[in-house]
């Protein structure tokens, strides 16, 4: 269920959407900026295994931002704080 401003009947602007499916390791919370109905500005993105903070451009993670990675299980993960290009880590982080 998506919660926010319109323009041109797409996501455009702030706004907060909550995915419903019959997966649960596919549903999750977005809260942040959108742009003709795409994820783009500052959001943070929460999953069952991932937890995002940061800038998105076409939908993606981008330029700075922080993931929280964890397996379902509970048997590890990882953090990487670092720059992004459009879904893919750049530098070290």
Do not use: A, C
């Not at 907060?16 to 943070?44: A, H, I, M, T, V």
């Amino acid at each position: 269920m998506y919660s926010g401003d319109w323009k041109d009947d797409r996501k455009h602007g702030q706004g907060s959407l909550n995915s419903q499916s019959q997966n649960p390791s596919e549903e999750y919370f977005y809260d942040g900026e959108w742009f003709q109905g795409q994820k783009q500005g500052k959001g943070r993105l929460i999953t069952r295994k991932e937890r995002y903070t940061g800038t998105w451009l076409k939908d993606r993670y981008h330029l700075n931002g922080v993931l929280v990675y964890t397996e379902e299980d509970g048997s590890g993960g990882y953090i990487y704080d670092g720059e992004w290009n459009l879904g893919v880590k750049e530098g070290t982080g």
